[in-house]
Structure formats: C-alpha cells, structure tokens
C-alpha cells in the first residue's frame, strides 16, 4: 500500500512560481512512475509531468520549459518547480504512483493563478 500527500498549493499571481510536493510512505521503493496531473474546474484531468524510475522525464507541451519535475529518493518526495504561471494552470494538482503495476493517488492540492 501507498500514501501520496500533496503539499504546496496556493494563491500566487500570473508570472510566479509554487513548489508542490508529494510525499510518498508505504512500499514505494519499487515505484515506476511518479507523476503529477491536473484537473481544472470543467475539464479533464490531464498529465502535467512524469518521471520514471531511472530518471527520464516527460511534459505536457503546455508547461514544458516553465516546470520541473524531480524526485529525492532519500526523503520518498516528488517536486512540481512551476514557474512562469498563467491564469489557465489554474487547478487541482494530484500526485500519483504507479507500484507494480497499481496506480495510487494523492487528494490534490490547489493552485489559483489570478491577480
């Protein structure tokens, strides 16, 4: 079993820049995938980044060049770097895992985007 807690979340202006994190507990030392999704009021949740255990990474083409996903495997977390905000990333941020096969979820966290 997984737990995913997000953390991080908040109000900030266009222009500006959050760090979310996730912090991962339970069997995860043979994760596959961490990644991070959003899901904007009206939307589908959609695949912001993902890294993959060995380290390649991957980006929705909406954020590439503006944020930075990593992981420290000493403390089990995962980092969403966001700069360079605008009004549309707007959204709940979720965390997810994928353990031998098995997805697992966080309860998301908030990020407005407004002035």
């Known amino acids: 079993q997984v737990q995913l807690v997000e953390s991080g979340g908040g109000q900030v202006q266009p222009g500006g820049s959050l760090r979310l994190s996730c912090a991962a507990s339970?069997?995860?030392?043979?994760?596959?995938?961490m990644a991070w999704y959003r899901q904007a009021p009206g939307k589908q949740r959609e695949l912001v980044a993902i890294?993959?255990?060995?380290?390649?990474?991957d980006y929705a083409d909406s954020v590439k060049g503006r944020f930075t996903i990593s992981r420290d495997n000493t403390k089990d977390t995962t980092y969403l770097q966001m700069t360079s905000l605008r009004t549309e990333d707007t959204a709940v941020y979720s965390c997810n895992a994928v353990v031998r096969g098995v997805p697992y979820w966080g309860k998301g966290t908030l990020v407005t985007v407004s002035s």
């Open positions: 339970g069997s995860t030392f043979s994760f596959y995938s």
């Open positions: 890294i993959i255990r060995g380290g390649n990474t």
